[in-house]
């Protein structure tokens, strides 16, 4: 088997300390903790616009939104649940606004406490407004761990690494989903993972959709060196160019070696990658929901 396979084990033996409901220090993905964070006129015939500003972007043109299953208040605002194949999905529409939505992804760590407590949503909620964004969390098909197969048992501690890539299918179905039923602007998307989510994103998504589904990756507590072909050209700058990464880690990690040369390797194949090391943090013990919708703020 693939070295990787040793991160993945230790990887899930943590997770099922890292999931709890408790309290403790820790904030990271399993925390409810956040912070408060035209035309002018005239004949224009054959004219080529002075400049971008004020122009529409490229969007889906999707409308209509998804078939709410149930919905759960989260501070004031309600959150609609619905499901796209094997993927449950938790939306949040923003106050206001028009034209077309920014589409933020948050894909959770193990144990997806921070999707089922909606608790992701708090610090979302002013960058929906603010940037006119549709912020979705998205739930693994097995109910718990992005990165291992959709068939996983979550109250086990096997590991069954997604080798076969059916999680990055589910979630292109669901993304594709949710494009269809909302009007989403065609720039680049807004991603969030955190712990098993962000091994997800370095292993699986962008290696295997970050040429079809690119965006501002904000990366926290986790990330692995990916042993994929890539299907699309990451060799090409201009594609690379659309998917610059944030990764934000603690120094006392258990993960850190492996978050490290991801680090390296993103950087060794030229992509914009910028680092933040957190002092004295360990595994997620920091806020990460306010790290990741900082990045999101930053990079509108």
């Given at each position: 088997m693939r070295s990787r396979f040793v991160l993945l084990v230790s990887l899930t033996l943590a997770a099922f300390a890292c999931s709890s409901e408790s309290p403790a220090p820790a904030v990271g993905p399993t925390s409810d903790a956040a912070p408060e964070p035209a035309s002018d006129g005239g004949d224009t015939t054959d004219a080529a616009p002075p400049s971008d500003v004020g122009t529409t972007p490229p969007s889906s043109g999707g409308k209509g939104g998804l078939t709410c299953t149930s919905r759960v208040d989260v501070s004031g605002r309600s959150i609609c649940t619905a499901k796209v194949g094997s993927v449950e999905l938790r939306i949040l529409e923003p106050m206001g606004g028009t034209g077309p939505l920014r589409l933020g992804v948050y894909l959770h760590g193990d144990g997806a406490a921070a999707h089922k407590s909606g608790s992701v949503f708090k610090p979302m909620i002013a960058w929906?407004?603010?940037?006119?964004?549709?912020?979705?969390?998205?739930?693994?098909?097995?109910?718990?761990?992005?990165?291992?197969?959709?068939?996983?048992?979550?109250?086990?501690?096997?590991?069954?690494?997604?080798?076969?890539?059916?999680?990055?299918?589910?979630?292109?179905?669901?993304?594709?989903?949710?494009?269809?039923?909302?009007?989403?602007?065609?720039?680049?998307?807004?991603?969030?993972?955190?712990?098993?989510?962000?091994?997800?994103?370095?292993?699986?998504?962008?290696?295997?959709?970050?040429?079809?589904?690119?965006?501002?990756?904000a990366i926290m507590c986790g990330g692995v060196v990916s042993s994929r072909t890539y299907t699309w050209d990451a060799k090409d700058a201009t594609s690379r160019a659309k998917n610059p990464l944030w990764f934000t880690y603690g120094d006392k990690d258990f993960l850190l070696t492996d978050e490290q040369a991801s680090v390296a390797a993103f950087k060794g194949s030229g992509f914009a990658v910028t680092e933040k090391v957190i002092a004295g943090a360990g595994h997620c013990e920091f806020d990460a929901h306010g790290e990741a919708i900082g990045i999101w703020s930053a990079n509108p």
């Open positions: 929906a407004d603010a940037q006119h964004g549709l912020g979705v969390s998205f739930l693994a098909p097995n109910g718990c761990a992005w990165w291992q197969t959709p068939t996983h048992d979550c109250t086990s501690q096997q590991t069954d690494p997604d080798l076969a890539g059916a999680n990055a299918a589910a979630l292109v179905a669901a993304v594709d989903a949710v494009t269809t039923a909302y009007d989403i602007r065609a720039d680049g998307m807004r991603y969030y993972s955190a712990s098993g989510g962000s091994i997800f994103l370095t292993d699986e998504w962008i290696p295997l959709q970050g040429g079809t589904y690119p965006g501002v990756f």
